[in-house]
């Protein structure tokens, strides 16, 4: 069985920072890794992916990714944070084998003006 | 674009009442699936769907029930509901030869009294 692991509930920065949102994950196989944004009221939104090949992924509004089999890790980072990028963030695991796909907890991120 | 439409967007229920939840997609993919939403509990997952006519269980799905009559529709039904599936309700359709990304709908606001 995959799990996911948020460690941080909860990361506030101000505009302009640089932020990092902490994913690791367990599971002996071939997987997807993904991320999604969740703004309040609406539903989860496709961010980035990966699968194989460059470890690091590009996704929408200059946010990344950055895959680390060794640690099992797969953290978002967004060199310089706007007030909109305010929202929850959850990271996903997904089986290539199965179409069952895990959640972690959420991170909410909090920027301030 | 891919699109996933939830009815209703928001429900009150007695409780016993029979509630039946909606969502239907134009994407055109063989898996879909039914999230529940509460706060400290992230993305729970209650049921979800292979093609038209195949439901399976997810991590909570006692006190509900699921139905794909057809590709595009797939619905989540509380028999009898309680006071517990007060939550929001998250549709979401998926590919897994498209890495199972996965598409959400808005949401349904769900509170049973």
């Known amino acids: 069985t995959q799990t996911v692991s948020q460690s941080d509930a909860h990361v506030t920065v101000f505009e302009g920072d640089s932020v990092e949102l902490r994913c690791n994950y367990s599971y002996g196989g071939s997987i997807y890794l993904s991320w999604y944004i969740q703004h309040h009221g609406h539903g989860l939104q496709f961010l980035l992916k990966y699968y194989s090949g460059n470890p690091v992924v590009q996704g929408v509004n200059g946010f990344e990714a950055e895959f680390s089999k060794s640690d099992s890790s797969f953290h978002l980072r967004k060199a310089s944070v706007h007030w909109s990028d305010s929202a929850v963030y959850f990271c996903?695991?997904?089986?290539?084998?199965?179409?069952?796909?895990?959640f972690g907890d959420g991170t909410q991120l909090v920027v301030k003006p | 674009e891919a699109a996933v439409t939830q009815s209703p967007r928001n429900k009150v229920a007695v409780t016993g009442g029979k509630v039946t939840l909606s969502c239907n997609q134009t994407?055109?993919?063989?898996?879909m699936y039914w999230y529940r939403q509460d706060t400290g509990h992230g993305l729970r997952l209650i049921h979800y769907?292979?093609?038209?006519?195949?439901?399976e269980k997810g991590d909570i799905p006692d006190g509900y029930k699921a139905s794909r009559p057809s590709q595009e529709n797939f619905s989540l039904i509380l028999e009898l509901a309680t006071p517990s599936q007060t939550s929001v309700y998250f549709c979401a359709s998926g590919a897994r030869d498209r890495g199972n990304t996965l598409y959400f709908g808005a949401g349904t606001r769900l509170s049973v009294l």
């Open positions: 996903a695991v997904s089986a290539s084998s199965n179409n069952r796909i895990f």
């Open positions: 769907s292979y093609g038209a006519g195949s439901t």
């Open positions: 994407n055109n993919h063989n898996n």
